[in-house]
Structures are given as C-alpha cells and as structure tokens.
C-alpha cells in the first residue's frame, strides 16, 4: 500500500531528476523520427520495403510527406498503410498536408476536403497535421499572410474536433522582411497559438540567419515538432547529415521542453549517396548526443 512518505519520497525523485536533467520530460526519448521525404524515391517504389529499412536502422516513427492528391497514405488507404506500420513497430504521430490555394481542384488540402483528410489521419492515429510549404504562389505580401493566417485558424478547429493539432512549417522565405517585418512574425500574430502551432525546421530557420533558441524564448510552447536537420560548413551552406554540420543541435536541445517539443524528425532534402547511409549517420549522432 502506497504512503504518505512513499509519495514524498517519489516526488523528491522526480524534483531532482528534473533539477538535474531539465529536458528529461520534453519528449519521449524512444521515439527518434524520420521525415519520410528523405526516402520518398524509395517510398514512391516500394513502401513496405522501404519502412522495413527505416525500422531497420533504428528509427520508431516517421513523418508522412503524401496524401495530398490521392487522398491516400503511399498509394493506400489508411488501414492498409496503419496495419504496414505497425508490422514494422513505428507510429507516424505527424504527416505533412498543403494549403492548397494554388490547386484548387488538388483534394485532401486545408482549403479543399480538408474534413475527410482530417478523418483519414484520425483514422490512423496522427497527431499533428502539418501545412508543409507555400508555394510562391501562395506567399504574396503580409497582408495575404494575415489571410493565410484566418485559414490555417479554420483548418485548425477543424482538427481539433478530430484531437489533432494543426501546425505550420517553416523554410527560410517566410524570413524575408517586408516594412520592417517577417511574414513568419505575422503568421505568429495572425494565428490562435491553441488552435495552430509550429514545426521549426531548425535548417531553414538558421539558414534565415535566424536563432531557434530566440524563437523559443519569444513564443515558449508553440514549437512541439521539429526538423532536425544539419547545415554544411560550405558557402552554399548545404543540407548533411545531423551532427556534421554547424548547428549546435545540443544547446538547442537543452530548450526543448520550454519549446514545448513533442516528437522531432530527420530530415535531409538531398543526400551524397543513399538516403539510408545518411540518415544511418544521422541515428548514430542522435543516439550518442542528443538522446
């Protein structure tokens, strides 16, 4: 039977754990996360194989990077694609989805048949539904980011009745002034930070010349996933794989729970060789640094 000193004692435990380790409760350690774009001629072939090899080298869970179009997870439908995740022991808690303003007859996007892609990733346990890119089309000046802002607002309470959060990702042009201020600064302003929260791609943001720590410090919790991906120490400041590159992914970590931080993911757009000898390098640096 539990007591009064067994429950005094525990707490002291846990106080201290989180005196010693403050990140110790930002996010759950098992899970290390692949973003499923790094992989996408290999998934656009053959996803059951292509899932076995990211299981394989260590990863347990991905981020989804098509539905958009199809309406379907790989070119299936979502039981199919849940049953083949979980033969291959990973969840996919986030999945990447357009807003869609400049394919109006594009299905499946936060401005057309958003509820059945709402349903579908419910169906199939996702967490966090993600506006991936905007494509130029789409950006305009800041008083259209105001207006993309009401969108992803709407899109937002759509996937709360679902129990799903809506979040937005960035890349580096939402960091390109205009009067004095970032589009990214206005999509922040513009949008409920219950109803619509962030993806930092810690790439893209200090490709920005931008600081993620500062981002944190500024809008604490609103960041619960991000892209770990690294930057090369050449002029074309290249992606590579994590940890051989500038970004100083352990003081960054040390952030992760005033961030808010949930589940983060690997991603690299462009690889040397094989995706899966990059993301291999990129596991082994995680396991040893920064889990």
């Not at 990447?96 to 394919?103: T, V």
Request: aromatic residues 10%; charged residues 25%; proline residues 4%.
């Amino acid at each position: 039977m539990s007591t009064r000193r067994d429950f005094l004692k525990t707490s002291a435990v846990l106080s201290a754990g989180l005196l010693v380790a403050p990140k110790l409760f930002a996010y759950d350690k098992k899970y290390i996360g692949l973003q499923l774009y790094t992989v996408r001629d290999a998934m656009s072939a053959d996803p059951a194989a292509a899932l076995a090899k990211v299981a394989q080298i260590g990863y347990t869970s991905v981020e989804g990077a098509t539905y958009t179009g199809s309406e379907k997870f790989y070119g299936m439908d979502g039981v199919a694609f849940s049953k083949l995740l979980k033969d291959n022991g990973l969840i996919m808690p986030s999945s990447h989805y357009r807003l869609g303003e400049d394919s109006k007859d594009m299905k499946g996007t936060i401005l057309n048949d958003w509820q059945k892609a709402v349903d579908d990733a419910a169906a199939i346990g996702i967490k966090y539904m993600v506006c991936a890119w905007l494509s130029p089309v789409e950006r305009g000046k800041l008083d259209h980011y105001k207006k993309i802002g009401d969108d992803l607002n709407k899109g937002g309470e759509i996937c709360k009745k679902a129990g799903i959060q809506l979040c937005y990702h960035n890349h580096d042009f939402e960091f390109i002034q205009e009067d004095g201020k970032y589009p990214y600064e206005t999509l922040l302003a513009a949008t409920d930070k219950d109803l619509v929260k962030m993806e930092m791609d810690l790439y893209w943001v200090t490709k920005a010349k931008q600081d993620p720590i500062a981002l944190i410090n500024e809008h604490p919790g609103r960041f619960p996933l991000w892209h770990v991906k690294d930057m090369d120490n050449t002029p074309k400041q290249m992606f590579t794989e994590v940890g051989n590159g500038v970004i100083d992914f352990k003081k960054i970590f040390t952030h992760a729970k005033k961030a808010g931080l949930k589940y983060f993911f690997v991603e690299q757009d462009v690889c040397p060789g094989s995706p899966y000898d990059s993301i291999t390098k990129s596991i082994t640096y995680i396991k040893a640094n920064l889990v």
